[in-house]
C-alpha cells in the first residue's frame, strides 16, 4: 500500500502529529521540499506499520521500531533507504520529546544500517565536454525545436560549469543571473544562497537562451529561467530525462543524471588544484566533510590510471 493510501487509514491524532512535525521541519529546520516530503513519507510507514500493530507513535517502544525495520528489511528497502528512515525516526522523537508530545524517545538505541561509502560516478573532462556540446540549435529551423536546443544546452553548461543542482537550476529566475559579471545567485538545500561564477561558455549560452529561444516557450518576460515545451517551469524530472536522454546516445550502458555533472565540476576543480574550502563553498556543503568524497574520487582516478599506464602496475 502507497503512503498516499495509508495518509487515509491514519487516525487523524497520527496525521496532526506528522503534519506538526513536518512544519517544524519546514518553518524551523528550513529543510528543502525534498527532504520534508521523504520525511514525511518516512513516518507515515512507521506509523502505519504503528496503528496496524495496535499502538502509535505516542505509544511505540524500542522493541516495535525494531520490528518495523525489520519488516523494512523483509520487504526488500534498500539499506540506504532504511538508514534515512532512522534518521527520520530520531529526528521525529527528538522534536516530539522537546515538544512534550512524547515523555521518552524510544528511538535512543536504535542504530542505523551501515551503508556503503560509494563514489560518486564522474564523468572524464572530455565526456562532460561532449556532452554539454550535444545539444546543437543549428541542426534545425524549427523555431521550437531550436529553441529546446539552446534551453538544453544552457542548463548543461550551468550543471558542469557551475555545479548546480538540479533543483537549483529549475528555480532559477531571470533576475538570479549577473551575465556581465558572470555570476548567479543560487538557492540550495535549507533555503540557503550563494554567488557563484559561470563559465564563458555558460555565459553565451544561457544568453543565447535568452535572446534566441526563451520567447518560444514563454509567455513574459518573467517567472522561471527555464521553461518546457507545454510552457511551464522545468521540473527536476524535465531535467533528468532530458540529460538522460543525451547521455544515451553518447555515452550508452552508463548512469548519468544531472547529479554526474555537479560530481564532476567537483572533481576537476579539485583536481585542477582548487583548494577543497573554496570548492566546498561553491557547492554549497555545509560540511567540508562530503567535499572531501571528491579528493577520494581524484586519487582513485589516480591509481587507475597509474595501473593503465606503467609496465610495472
Excluded: C
Amino acid at each position: 500500500m502507497s503512503p498516499a493510501s495509508d495518509d487515509h487509514a491514519l487516525p487523524r491524532p497520527q496525521l496532526a502529529l506528522i503534519d506538526g512535525f513536518t512544519a517544524h521541519l519546514r518553518l524551523e529546520r528550513h529543510l528543502s521540499a525534498n527532504t520534508i516530503a521523504a520525511y514525511r513519507t518516512d513516518l507515515i510507514h512507521l506509523a502505519t506499520f504503528l496503528h496496524r500493530s495496535s499502538s502509535s507513535l505516542e505509544n511505540a517502544d524500542h522493541a516495535l521500531l525494531r520490528r518495523f525495520l525489520a519488516q523494512q528489511h523483509a520487504l526488500g528497502y534498500a539499506r540506504a533507504s532504511i538508514a534515512r528512515r532512522v534518521g527520520a525516526i530520531h529526528t521525529f522523537y527528538r522534536w516530539a520529546v522537546d515538544e512534550g508530545t512524547i515523555a521518552h524517545d524510544p528511538s535512543l538505541l536504535l542504530g542505523r544500517p551501515k551503508v556503503a561509502n560509494r563514489l560518486p560516478t564522474v564523468l572524464r573532462a572530455r565526456e562532460a565536454a561532449d556532452l554539454v556540446e550535444v545539444p546543437d540549435a543549428d541542426e534545425t529551423d524549427d523555431p521550437i525545436e531550436r529553441a529546446v536546443a539552446l534551453r538544453d544546452r544552457a542548463i548543461l553548461e550551468l550543471l558542469y560549469g557551475s555545479g548546480l543542482r538540479v533543483s537549483e537550476v529549475t528555480s532559477l529566475r531571470r533576475d538570479d543571473l549577473d551575465l556581465d559579471g558572470a555570476r548567479v545567485l543560487v538557492r540550495g538545500k535549507g533555503s540557503k544562497e550563494r554567488r557563484v561564477p559561470v563559465s564563458d561558455d555558460a555565459v553565451l549560452a544561457v544568453r543565447a537562451w535568452l535572446a534566441e529561444g526563451r520567447v518560444h516557450l514563454a509567455a513574459d518576460a518573467g517567472g522561471p529561467l527555464f521553461l518546457n515545451r507545454k510552457h511551464k517551469p522545468m521540473s527536476p524530472r524535465d531535467v533528468r530525462a532530458m540529460v538522460d536522454g543525451y547521455a544515451g546516445v553518447l555515452l550508452p550502458g552508463r548512469r548519468i543524471g544531472p547529479h554526474t555533472l555537479r560530481h564532476s565540476y567537483a572533481t576537476h576543480l579539485l583536481e585542477g588544484g582548487a583548494d577543497i574550502r573554496a570548492v566546498q563553498e561553491l557547492l554549497g556543503h555545509s560540511s567540508v566533510a562530503t567535499t572531501q568524497r571528491y579528493t577520494h574520487v581524484s586519487k582513485a582516478r589516480l591509481f587507475e590510471a597509474h595501473e593503465q599506464a606503467h609496465p610495472r602496475a
